[in-house]
T-cell receptor, first 114, second 111 residues
Framework: EAGVAQSPRYKIIEKRQSVAFWCNPISGHATLYWYQQILGQGPKLLIQ????????DSQLPKDRFSAERLKGVDSTLKIQPAKLEDSAVYLCASSLGLKVHEQYFGPGTRLTVT | ELKVEQNPLFLSMQEGKNYTIYCNYSTTSDRLYWYRQDPGKSLESLFV?????AVKQEGRLMASLDTKARLSTLHITAAVHDLSATYFC???????????FGTGTSLTVIP
């Protein structure tokens, strides 16, 4: 079974530029999560989708971050404009459903904002 | 906001020794998860604990959950070098729509 795929793996941008990350969850997984992991910290949940609907985005900085999952499969997370403090690893995870608790994580995208 | 605290943050132990990592959380939840993260890698699920008194074991690791004390432990028995990694606990909010990770415990097992 293929795991959660993410791209790109690494990205370096200057502050005020825009960037987008892509995630393809495990086939059949209805729930998709985006996390931000700053170096030395635990992951922080940014947004959670159930199929193509948003379940929770309370910790997403909506003035600069946006995410979509239009067809209920792949998802993109965008930052526009980026700030220095956005430097982090962005992790995508998926699970079978909302109340099915085991999440499977992708390899992450390491973002450096200079 | 639910807070999840782990201790210790850093742990250096010799091979063959036993040790326990603690995970405390601040509000009602009966679902607790343990993950492992190797340097530069993503997270790997270790245990899912879904009720008070739940205990799960895999190899040299055993996890338990006490929802009344809001405490989970990850016990390491006879540590080996391959267990060196960062271990995170995570908790569902009671409504199940938020997911909070702990601060992480960086474990180094010395030969």
């Amino acid at each position: 079974e293929a795991g959660v795929a993410q791209s790109p793996r690494y990205k370096i941008i200057e502050k005020r530029q825009s960037v987008a990350f892509w995630c393809n969850p495990i086939s059949g997984h209805a729930t998709l999560y985006w996390y931000q992991q700053i170096l030395g910290q635990g992951p922080k949940l940014l947004i959670q989708f159930q199929n193509n609907g948003v379940v929770d985005d309370s910790q997403l900085p909506k003035d600069r971050f946006s995410a979509e999952r239009l067809k209920g499969v792949d998802s993109t997370l965008k930052i526009q404009p980026a700030k220095l403090e956005d430097s982090a690893v962005y992790l995508c995870a998926s699970s079978l459903g909302l109340k099915v608790h085991e999440q499977y994580f992708g390899p992450g995208t390491r973002l450096t904002v200079t | 906001e639910l807070k999840v605290e782990q201790n210790p943050l850093f742990l250096s132990m010799q091979e063959g020794k036993n040790y326990t990592i603690y995970c405390n959380y601040s509000t009602t939840s009966d679902r607790l998860y343990w993950y492992r993260q190797d340097p530069g890698k993503s997270l790997e699920s270790l245990f899912v604990l879904l009720s008070n008194g739940a205990v799960k074991q895999e190899g040299r690791l055993m996890a338990s959950l006490d929802t009344k004390a809001r405490l989970s432990t990850l016990h390491i028995t006879a540590a080996v070098h391959d267990l060196s990694a960062t271990y995170f606990c995570a908790v569902d909010s009671y409504t199940g729509n938020q997911f909070y990770f702990g601060t992480g415990t960086s474990l180094t097992v010395i030969p």
